[in-house]
């Protein structure tokens, strides 16, 4: 089993950053390509990120490119998702999530992931 814990949400006005962290415990985690998701009210959740283990592949929705980082800590057993100049339709609730069955791609659906955080709330709002 994989615990996953989101870390770093909250408010911030358009314009502004967060950094979200995704701590991991059990499996070892440098084997999973991970992910980050965001669920926004009223609509279904979507891709935002994902980064192989061996971090040579990394994916983003359009939406973000440009604006959104994912990275890995492996020794810290730690993922980031580094977001700048958000947007009022960035408000959601962001997820990470792993996938250790294809752990050398970089997963663009949910179903690909195994295991998921409980979520944290991003609200961008002046």
């Known amino acids: 089993q994989v615990q996953l814990v989101e870390s770093g949400g909250g408010l911030v006005q358009p314009g502004g950053s967060l950094r979200l962290s995704c701590a991991a415990s059990?499996?070892?985690?440098?084997?999973?390509?991970v992910g980050w998701f965001r669920q926004a009210p009223g609509k279904e959740r979507e891709f935002v990120a994902a980064?192989?283990?061996?971090?040579?592949?990394?994916k983003y929705a359009d939406s973000v490119t440009g604006r959104f980082t994912i990275s890995r800590d492996n020794a810290k057993i730690t993922v980031y998702l580094q977001m700048n100049s958000l947007k009022f339709e960035d408000t959601a609730v962001y997820y990470c999530?792993?996938?250790?069955?294809?752990?050398?791609?970089?997963?663009?659906?949910?179903?690909?992931?195994?295991?998921w955080g409980q979520g944290i709330q991003v609200t961008v709002s002046s």
């Open positions: 059990g499996r070892t985690f440098s084997f999973a390509n």
């Open positions: 980064m192989s283990a061996n971090v040579l592949w990394t």
């Open positions: 999530a792993a996938n250790f069955r294809t752990p050398l791609t970089a997963a663009m659906t949910a179903r690909e992931y195994e295991y």
